[in-house]
């Protein structure tokens, strides 16, 4: 993610037991925290809970990668 020529949205990685990347309550955390409620995330003992959608959604959508292999 580093070497991308764009910027990526760090801030919605997270851990696969759906706890944000950083230590509880350091300043990382707090901003993560913080950006994800911004998009209408919920945070609830400490673990991001899924936004619910009654929509289909399309994989290849949400999938982020290299376009000219296509």
Do not use: C
């Amino acid at each position: 993610m580093s070497r991308s020529p764009t910027p990526l949205p760090w801030h919605r990685v997270i851990r696969s037991d759906q706890t944000l990347a950083f230590a509880t309550g350091s300043e990382a955390y707090k901003k993560q925290q913080g950006l994800l409620e911004n998009e209408g995330v919920k945070i609830n003992n400490r673990k991001v809970i899924p936004l619910e959608s009654h929509e289909a959604i399309d994989l290849d959508k949400l999938l982020w990668g290299p376009t000219d292999l296509y």
